[in-house]
């Protein structure tokens, strides 16, 4: 059975904060017009009343929205009391729900800091997040906080614990380039592809060393216990005087 993509059926065990005196508006539509807001571009909670606002009939017609929409401050104070984690683990479960897995699917492991996310007033240092984007699909599906006392090494095996990455090839780059990264991945029945740097010790002249001795002996060596599987085509094109032959199919 297919599960539900509804936004409102994946928010509604969230906990709602607020004391009961004060649920002017019911939480989900609180979540459901800051979410619209966001994805149109709002950047702020002034920002997301004023879509609420400008599309409110057309809001109305699919969340309801009886007590209407909430004001800026609505959103500030509502969001400045969610708890982080379960807001993190609802919306993870709707963006999981929205995404048809397909065999193939490249996902992107990135690290990005917030704009804005710092207070120098307090002292906060700004927030860093690791998330995981579907490159074909255009589509979020979870992101993890870095600890303040870390670093994306730690936070990556986290986020991939979350996410289906059956028959999927993640991508990172060389940050996440690590042993136990990479047999995470393939444990959770994935593929990989990691960026090398440098001054990684001496893997890349190992993996450089590796391409070298297959190509010079066509990857298909005297001991057949010692054959690479491989796959390779090539399409010859004249461009401007070139004859120019791209990576592109599949030989075995």
């Not at 999981?96 to 690290?111: R, S």
Request: charged share 25%; net charge negative; proline share 4%.
């Amino acid at each position: 059975m297919s599960k539900s993509v509804s936004l409102l059926s994946h928010f509604s065990s969230l906990p709602d904060p607020r004391i009961e005196r004060t649920k002017e508006y019911p939480l989900v539509d609180i979540l459901a017009i800051a979410l619209c807001a966001v994805l149109s571009g709002a950047e702020d909670y002034v920002a997301m009343q004023e879509f609420g606002e400008a599309r409110k009939d057309w809001l109305q017609e699919r969340f309801g929205l009886a007590k209407g929409i909430p004001s800026q401050d609505t959103f500030r104070r509502v969001f400045s009391l969610l708890d982080p984690e379960a807001f993190g683990n609802c919306f993870l479960a709707w963006t999981q729900a929205l995404h048809v897995q397909t065999q193939g699917e490249v996902i992107a492991l990135d690290g990005k800091t917030l704009r804005h996310s710092f207070d120098t007033a307090t002292g906060q240092a700004a927030i860093h997040l690791v998330s995981a984007w579907a490159t074909k699909q255009g589509l979020s599906l979870g992101q993890v906080k870095v600890s303040d006392k870390s670093n994306e090494i730690t936070a990556l095996p986290a986020l991939l614990k979350l996410l289906d990455i059956q028959g999927c090839l993640v991508t990172i780059d060389a940050m996440g380039c690590q042993k136990a990264i990479a047999a995470q991945i393939i444990a959770q029945g994935g593929d990989y592809l990691l960026s090398l740097k440098g001054n990684q010790t001496s893997l890349p002249a190992d993996v450089r060393l590796f391409f070298e001795d297959a190509r010079a002996q066509d990857f298909f060596p005297k001991n057949p216990a010692q054959r690479i599987a491989y796959q390779y085509d090539e399409q010859r094109e004249k461009d401007q005087g070139r004859i120019e032959v791209p990576m592109k199919g599949e030989r075995q």
